[in-house]
């Protein structure tokens, strides 16, 4: 089998498969690309490409905008996955976004910024544990829920709460964006409810062409999960809502404690409370087949019950396949094998986890087997993915 050949196949089927996607829907894409080029040491004629290229994009990125704030929704990346953007203040254009992801309405979302100047508008007051969070982790993979100022946003968004979860994203294109539409975003994940989120516009493409105004198309998102959702109070204290981008000991090296919320265990079944914040609730992140996680304290058990697991979904007549690593995924006959990485960088697994679960769907996967991961640092977000995911499906093996 030559292995590059069948590779650029699959990059030209991809390829094909989203030109049609952009043909014939209603749905814009406007392409954007950051530019890297510094002055310093670069040539005249390449400096000016530079420029002109940076002033098409603006024209893009003020089209997009102008779009957001007329109403519509327009999904775009920002540094953990591919949002879904619209006027946080306007009750027309969220409820298009709930419906575009047929999404629960009981679920809140978070409101993005560009500028910290922004939160005067949206919440009463800000606590000096929430502000040394935002020193240290804005623009970042950090959202707050903070209490919000009555009228500052569509109830929509706060999903009835008297909180608001707010973030700053680390993204050139997400800041230009939201400072083009002038307004705040409301955007959670760019994606159909319950499926795998989005790293990439093509991803978008799939779940919502034809549902949504446009998409701006930056690239490849950065970290792959989702942001991290907590709390703060005003003595130091931060809970974990969602883990996410920022970990549990980054966190601590700001807060006088960090502990995460007790509903995160019970978070997709069908007794867990409202939600407080986005994730906390519903099977999320799911691929299409059937799927559990095994996890162990020995990692030759663990191998073995996975092993037992595919041979047996194979014996069924089922379209199998493995969620591993590195050091592990050679050990296991499956129909698609997609390894998350070292096991010891949960940082290659949290890029790489969204995009292998939409491959079984593309490959037609019906029975999934995942390992489980260590849940210290990123680690506690490709867990808590993994999880809702399988909706808490789990095997252990010993």
């Known amino acids: ?48 490409q530079s420029l002109e290229k940076a002033a098409v994009l603006r024209v893009k990125l003020e089209e997009a905008g102008q779009t957001l704030a007329h109403g519509g929704i327009v999904a775009f990346p920002t540094e953990t996955v591919y949002g879904l953007g619209a006027d946080a203040r306007n009750t027309q ?33 800000v606590n000096e544990t929430e502000r040394a969070l935002m020193d240290a982790f804005w623009p970042g993979p950090l959202t707050l829920v903070l209490p919000v100022k009555e009228g500052a946003v569509s109830p929509r968004v706060t999903a009835g709460l008297d909180t608001v979860a707010v973030r700053m994203p680390d993204h050139p294109v997400a800041l230009a964006l939201i400072s083009a539409a002038g307004c705040p975003l409301a955007a959670p994940s760019a994606n159909r409810s319950g499926r795998p989120s989005p790293t990439l516009a093509e991803h978008v493409l799939v779940d919502l062409a034809g549902r949504i105004d446009g998409v701006v198309d930056g690239g490849p998102a950065g970290v792959g999960v989702e942001s991290t959702v907590v709390q703060a109070g005003p003595d130091g204290a931060v809970t974990v809502l969602r883990p996410g981008g920022v970990t549990e000991e980054q966190l601590a090296a700001v807060a006088a404690s960090v502990r995460r919320d007790p509903a995160l265990a019970q978070a997709g079944s069908l007794e867990s409370p409202a939600p407080r914040s986005p994730g906390m609730k519903y099977t999320h992140y799911a691929p299409k087949g059937a799927m559990c996680v095994v996890q162990g304290r020995d990692a030759d058990a663990v191998a073995s019950r996975m092993a037992a697991e595919l041979e047996a979904a194979a014996r069924r007549g089922e379209v199998t396949g493995v969620l591993s690593y590195d050091e592990h995924i050679g050990r296991f006959r499956a129909g698609v094998a997609i390894s998350l990485g070292s096991a010891a960088a949960p940082e290659e697994a949290a890029r790489r986890l969204y995009a292998g679960l939409r491959r079984f769907d593309d490959e037609g996967v019906t029975f999934i087997v995942a390992e489980a991961c260590p849940e210290q640092g990123l680690g506690a977000a490709v867990m808590n993915r993994l999880l809702k995911a399988a909706g808490h499906h789990v095997i252990h093996a010993d």
Do not use: Y
């Open 1 to 48: 089998m030559n292995i590059n050949k069948d590779r650029d196949m699959d990059n030209k089927e991809r390829l094909l498969a989203r030109e049609e996607l952009e043909r014939g829907i209603d749905t814009l894409v406007w392409h954007i690309r950051s530019v890297t080029e510094q002055e310093t040491g670069v040539a005249a004629s390449r400096l000016t």
């Open 93 to 125: 254009a969220v409820e298009n976004v709930f419906a575009a992801k047929g999404r629960p309405s009981d679920n809140p979302l978070i409101v993005h910024i560009s500028d910290r100047s922004q939160l005067e508008a949206l919440v009463t007051g």
